[in-house]
């Protein structure tokens, strides 16, 4: 090796040892300097950030097919509504709301569909849904891990909410109510005591009949039978000819509308039932049950979980049901009003914590409005005064029975009846 080349090494180990001392921060300074800090990009993770010009973008599971499609649709349009009512006043500082609705068919594999759409879309601030409970149990996976809060107008199975899911809330009351209620109604109102539960083997209706069957022992009846059919059955009459034989003073079934229309319609022509009283929930509570029920349907009793109803409010709701749909708001469905709600429960958290930053774009931390969203209220809605609890129940009211006379519901017993 040559003495001129060790020289030149030594030299430029020394200008790359004193780069060095300069690239580093000092103690002091910590990691990066100040003037350092302030070109330094915002962290964005967990955040939805909305361009100037953009649309906040609320998603929705409807039940547009499968067992319930016009209560789907009443629930779509009352969603809708809301969301023309927010824009008509103005939006959130300049940023107008926008409704992306998709077909959650009251179906769990198809809300896992739904949730996976709505994960995959970094635009979805929120969600209102789903329809069924089901469907539901198919979107709060999804929905949880992706960390976007959504707020369901009438799944109902007592599960949907747990302190487990931060993410899951609903403006609907729990079937635990519903089922203690109507339990409660045909023991010491109608004075019966025997009673067959059949449900139709979905989550919201087995979970329902349980709770019925469960209270009604509870409190002295008897449960004669406890039968599963299955949701899109037609023909029950094997099923109800096995009830029958037991001699029941009526029948609860927990599930939908035409199934429940059918039951209540084949029972006439079932020996030992020819008498024995029908009465279901509110899954049944449509024309669609009145309906496949046809004359069977009077003297039948359906109950309700129904919020505290602002009169003035419903009615201007109801004018623009009508104007925007050309049919009459609970013509299609019951959950209009709950569904208005909760698209409105969900921008007035939005409200809450959404910020304008300098670049004129509107930045919503997910982590926050799922705080928000069980924080804010109460809030003026259409069921009543809402604000949820911590476990994401956000729901006003009670449970109302019905019973039909004349091919419609008259309310005979429960929450608001004067």
């Known amino acids: 090796m040559s003495k001129s080349f060790t020289v030149l090494?030594?030299?430029?180990?020394?200008?790359?040892?004193?780069?060095?001392?300069?690239?580093?921060?000092?103690?002091?300074?910590?990691?990066?300097?100040?003037?350092?800090?302030?070109?330094?990009?915002?962290?964005?993770?967990?955040?939805?950030?909305?361009?100037?010009?953009?649309?906040?973008?609320?998603?929705?599971?409807?039940?547009?097919?499968?067992?319930i499609p016009d209560p789907g649709k009443d629930i779509q349009y009352g969603a809708e509504i809301a969301i023309d009512d927010l824009n008509a006043m103005g939006g959130f500082e300049g940023f107008m709301f926008e409704l992306?609705?998709?077909?959650?068919?009251?179906?769990?594999?198809?809300?896992?569909?739904?949730?996976?759409?709505?994960?995959?879309?970094?635009?979805?601030v929120a969600v209102s849904g789903g329809t069924c409970s089901g469907e539901t149990f198919g979107l709060m996976p999804i929905l949880q891990e992706a960390r976007i809060p959504f707020v369901s107008p009438s799944a109902t199975n007592p599960d949907i909410t747990?302190?487990?899911?931060?993410?899951?809330?609903?403006?609907?009351?729990?079937?635990?109510?519903?089922?203690?209620?109507?339990?409660n109604f045909v023991v010491n109102?109608?004075?019966?005591?025997?009673?067959?539960?059949?449900?139709?083997?979905?989550?919201?209706?087995?979970?329902?009949?349980?709770?019925?069957?469960?209270?009604?022992?509870?409190?002295?009846?008897?449960?004669?039978?406890?039968?599963?059919?299955?949701?899109?059955?037609?023909?029950?009459?094997?099923?109800?000819?096995?009830?029958g034989a037991d001699g029941p003073e009526g029948i609860f079934f927990a599930g939908y509308s035409t199934e429940a229309?059918?039951?209540?319609?084949?029972?006439?022509?079932t020996p030992g039932l020819e008498n024995a009283v029908f009465m279901s929930v509110d899954g049944a509570y449509t024309q669609q049950y009145l309906d496949a029920a046809g004359p069977?349907?009077?003297?039948?009793?359906?109950?309700?979980?129904?919020?505290?109803?602002?009169?003035?409010?419903?009615?201007?709701?109801?004018?623009?049901?009508?104007?925007k749909y050309g049919v009459a708001a609970g013509d299609l469905g019951p959950f209009h009003g709950q569904s208005y709600d909760?698209?409105?429960?969900?921008?007035?958290?939005?409200?809450?914590?959404?910020?304008?930053?300098?670049?004129?774009?509107?930045?919503?931390?997910?982590?926050?409005?799922?705080?928000?969203?069980?924080?804010?209220?109460?809030?003026d809605g259409l069921t009543g005064s809402l604000m949820c609890d911590a476990m994401g129940e956000c729901g006003a009211g009670g449970v109302q029975i019905f019973q039909v006379g004349d091919g419609d519901f008259n309310q005979v017993s429960g929450f608001g009846l004067e």
Do not use: W
């Open 9 to 67: 090494g030594l030299i430029l180990v020394a200008v790359l040892a004193l780069a060095a001392c300069v690239a580093a921060p000092s103690p002091a300074e910590g990691p990066m300097a100040d003037d350092q800090m302030e070109d330094a990009p915002a962290d964005m993770s967990g955040k939805v950030v909305i361009p100037a010009g953009g649309m906040i973008r609320i998603g929705g599971s409807f039940a547009l097919t499968g067992p």
């Open 100 to 124: 992306v609705g998709e077909d959650g068919a009251c179906d769990g594999t198809q809300g896992t569909n739904v949730g996976n759409k709505f994960a995959a879309d970094e635009t979805i």
């Open 162 to 183: 747990s302190e487990d899911c931060d993410v899951c809330n609903r403006v609907a009351l729990s079937d635990a109510l519903q089922g203690v209620t109507d339990a």
């Open 189 to 243: 109102e109608l004075g019966l005591s025997k009673f067959a539960v059949v449900h139709d083997n979905s989550d919201y209706g087995k979970g329902l009949a349980e709770i019925f069957q469960n209270h009604l022992m509870a409190i002295g009846g008897e449960v004669s039978s406890f039968e599963g059919a299955q949701v899109g059955d037609t023909d029950f009459r094997a099923m109800l000819a096995k009830v």
């Open 261 to 269: 229309g059918l039951i209540a319609q084949q029972m006439t022509e």
């Open 296 to 323: 069977a349907a009077e003297g039948t009793y359906v109950s309700f979980v129904a919020g505290a109803e602002s009169e003035e409010m419903n009615a201007e709701f109801d004018a623009k049901f009508m104007d």
């Open 342 to 379: 909760s698209v409105k429960l969900i921008a007035a958290a939005i409200m809450e914590v959404g910020e304008v930053g300098d670049d004129g774009s509107l930045v919503i931390d997910r982590e926050a409005l799922i705080a928000a969203i069980r924080s804010v209220g109460p809030i």
